[in-house]
């Protein structure tokens, strides 16, 4: 399974960028738990999108109607991933704009791009008092975007690295994220196909019932 981090820090180096790696880390382990007893399990993908080095060109996804060569392949590599963790530092009490905008972008080229995709939500702060993003601007965000959004969302003020607290918040959220993952929520129905399932005639699943003998 691809996972695929999209960190929104500015800073080198940055705590948005670290708290994403310790999810990746925590959701890559959860992943490859039920494997554990296979020889060799191949260990998940965990790439990371520095959206500081796409703002450029972001922006000029908007002026010129295409994204440049580096944020064409950030969109291709979130399209083709299993699940995404997303992270953000909070400006004014809500996401960041070069968040914001990275997502615009994607969903300018690709509105379907994170249908049925489960997306875990991250931010960092310096109080404790902007944990409310969260669910008051990143989790609407994501289910406008129609993707699956883990149930706990993770978020991390200063005071917060190095409690334990914040290592079970990890824990609890890498751990909904792999489970969504591996579930049947994330086989989305190929282009022109609706999701139903396929329709089996009665008469076809009574003769699979019948003794053959």
Do not use: C, N, Q
Not at 36 to 56: F, G, K, M, N
Not at 169 to 183: D, K, Q, T, V, Y
Request: charged residues 20%; without cysteine; hydrophobic residues 50%.
């Amino acid at each position: 399974m691809k996972l695929v981090v999209v960190s929104a820090g500015l800073s080198v180096p940055s705590s948005t960028r670290l708290l994403g790696d310790r999810l990746a880390a925590a959701a890559a382990a959860a992943a490859a738990a039920p494997a554990a007893t296979a020889p060799d399990p191949a260990p998940a993908e965990v790439p990371v999108i520095e959206l500081r080095d796409l703002a450029v060109e972001i922006a000029h996804t908007f002026t010129h109607g295409f994204p440049g060569r580096a944020l064409a392949g950030a969109f291709d590599a979130v399209a083709g991933a299993d699940g995404l963790i997303v992270v953000t530092p909070v400006f004014s009490a809500s996401y960041s704009g070069l968040f914001k905008s990275f997502f615009d972008a994607l969903s300018v080229t690709d509105e379907d791009a994170l249908a049925g995709k489960p997306v875990l939500i991250a931010a960092t702060g310096g109080t404790a008092r902007h944990s409310l993003v969260l669910d008051h601007a990143l989790r609407p965000l994501f289910s406008h975007l129609k993707a699956v959004v883990v149930p706990t969302g993770v978020y991390a003020a200063s005071e917060d690295w190095g409690a334990g607290g914040l290592d079970g918040r990890i824990g609890r959220a890498a751990g909904e994220l792999a489970a969504l993952m591996a579930g049947p929520s994330t086989a989305r129905p190929a282009p022109g196909r609706d999701s139903f399932r396929e329709v089996v005639p009665f008469e076809e699943r009574l003769a699979a019932l019948r003794p053959t003998g």
